[in-house]
């Protein structure tokens, strides 16, 4: 079975309290995101790690906060969330060089990654049968539990299944 990892915006404005969209406690899964990352490289498993990649006056901050600014610290990923061998995908659509690449950092400006225009190119380049999908939030518009939990009974109503990180890593 072919199975890709895909890390969700864990960037440095999400993940910390001096970020500008915190999400409260984020930091305490540093471990476990970072756990996920080395296991998928350690395991010659493809590695995608979407990133916020949005100019100074995005069209996305009318909805939300500026976060992620290109440049800043802020759109950064923490280094213990890093491979060493990585490789960046642009937000310009192109065609990108990926072979030896542990980790790709799949730049975004929308919310929704799959609106990346290298978003499917890419993953026709890597086909899988399974993923492993994890990052900060289960849902983004109020972070509520009860919004959360919503989200993940539609997930598992559509085929997926919710894990833990011991599992995923065995143990």
Not at 42 to 68: K, N, Y
Not at 127 to 141: F, H, I, K, L, M
Request: hydrophobic share 40%; glycine share 8%.
């Amino acid at each position: 079975m072919k199975t890709i990892f895909f890390d969700i915006d864990t960037q440095i404005d999400f993940l910390f309290p001096a970020g500008s969209l915190y999400v409260p406690g984020a930091e305490r899964l540093v471990p476990a995101l970072s756990r996920l990352n080395h296991y998928a490289g350690a395991h010659g498993i493809p590695l995608v790690s979407s990133m916020c990649a949005h100019t100074e006056d995005d069209p996305e901050f009318r909805q939300w906060p500026a976060h992620c600014v290109v440049g800043t610290t802020g759109q950064l990923k923490p280094a213990e969330l890093l491979l060493e061998k990585r490789v960046s995908i642009g937000v310009a659509a192109g065609d990108y060089a990926i072979d030896g690449a542990q980790q790709i950092l799949l730049e975004k400006q929308q919310l929704d990654i799959t609106a990346s225009p290298n978003f499917r190119p890419l993953i026709a380049r890597l086909p899988a049968d399974r993923y492993v999908v994890y990052g900060v939030v289960t849902e983004y518009e109020t972070l509520s539990v009860r919004d959360s939990a919503a989200t993940l009974g539609e997930f598992a109503s559509r085929g997926g299944r919710l894990t833990t990180t011991a599992e995923v890593c065995g143990r």
